[in-house]
Nanobody, 125 residues
């Protein structure tokens, strides 16, 4: 079993930046592809980033490409999501996830092994 704890969310200003962290306990993340998703009430959980087990490959959907950067530090069992040029539409609960997939790509919620509890990001204009 893996426990994932996200942090770094909060109330942000549009145009600013933030870095979310996701730290795991219970098992090493170093062999897993890791993802970030986000969700707003009444909407489906949306994939926003994926990173390979060694950090060598990443994938972003077009909707966030160029503003979002996923990274990882396997020595710290932690995955990060850097978000720049924040927009009000980035407001959501952000979740990190251990993927079932062996490679990065456009992943879906049903392809997740474990979820974190989420961290709220609110961007004001």
């Amino acid at each position: 079993q893996v426990q994932l704890v996200e942090s770094g969310g909060g109330l942000m200003q549009a145009g600013g930046s933030l870095r979310l962290s996701c730290t795991a306990s219970g098992r090493t993340l170093s062999t897993y592809t890791m993802d970030w998703f986000r969700q707003n009430p009444g909407k489906e959980r949306e994939f926003v980033a994926s990173i390979s087990w060694n950090g060598g490959s990443t994938y972003y959907p077009d909707s966030v490409k160029g503003r979002f950067t996923i990274s990882r530090d396997n020595a710290k069992n932690t995955v990060y999501l850097q978000v720049n040029s924040l927009k009000p539409e980035d407001t959501a609960v952000y979740y990190c996830a251990v993927s079932r997939k062996a490679v990065v790509g456009l992943h879906h919620p049903y392809e997740v092994h474990y979820w974190g509890q989420g961290t709220q990001v609110t961007v004001s204009s």
